[in-house]
Structure formats: C-alpha cells, structure tokens
C-alpha cells in the first residue's frame, strides 16, 4: 500500500483547502482511513477517520464543523475539506490507513495504522 497526499499551501486565516490522498494498492474500500497531523516540537495529532465498514466519519474536537473527511472508492482517493481555517491548523499532514478497526477511542491513535503517506504542509497565516 503506498499513499500519496497532496493539497497543501499558504493560505490566510479564515480561507479553505482540501487535502487529497491517494491510495494504491489492493481494494481501497476496505481500508479505514485517517488524517492527522503534526505541528513543529509538537506530537502528531489525530484530526479525522472514516471507517469503511461504519460508514461514519470520526472529527478531533478542534476541527469539527469545519473539516470534512470522505472517501472515493472508485478514485482510490480519500478527502480532507478544510475550511475556516486558524493559524493553529498549521502542520505537516498525513494520511494514514488500516484494515483493522477497532474503537473509536484507538482509531485516534497513530500507533493503530499501518500505512502512511509522505505528508502535505500546510501554512495558515494571520
């Protein structure tokens, strides 16, 4: 399984990106996939799953109601919808994937996938 993400950039307080990854390997729509994300001397931080299986996306409190993850199967391609963005968004981030599910509470955790993209910057200026 290889994972490419890419979207990233420069943007200003308050605008929008999205964030793509793309996934190659065997039958993407059975693998849970999640976005997290790591600032500069500070530890990688979960943002977003969605499982293949539950069908429901899972948000860290700091980015719900304004991120937004989801999945094309028929693309192999997994979404991160950015919007009202805040300087504390800044960080590298990376896509991540797993065939295994477990509770919600583990699937926050970066140790419980297995696969993982290179990472895309994101710089949000005031």
């Known amino acids: 399984v290889q994972l490419q993400a890419s979207g990233g950039g420069l943007v200003q307080v308050g605008d929008s990106l999205r964030l793509s990854c793309a996934f190659s390997g065997p039958t993407f729509s059975d693998y849970n996939l999640g976005w997290f994300r790591q600032a500069p001397g500070k530890q990688r931080e979960f943002v977003a799953v969605?499982?293949?299986?539950?069908?429901?996306?899972y948000y860290a409190d700091s980015v719900k109601g304004r991120f937004t993850i989801s999945r094309d199967n028929g693309k192999n391609t997994v979404y991160l919808q950015m919007n009202s963005l805040k300087s504390e968004d800044t960080g590298v981030y990376l896509c991540?994937?797993?065939?295994?599910?477990?509770?919600?509470?583990?699937?926050?955790?970066?140790?419980?996938?297995?696969?993982w993209g290179q990472g895309t910057q994101v710089t949000v200026s005031s």
């Open positions: 991540a994937a797993d065939l295994s599910w477990s509770t919600i509470a583990r699937m926050k955790e970066s140790r419980m996938y297995t696969h």
């Open positions: 969605t499982g293949w299986s539950t069908g429901m996306e």
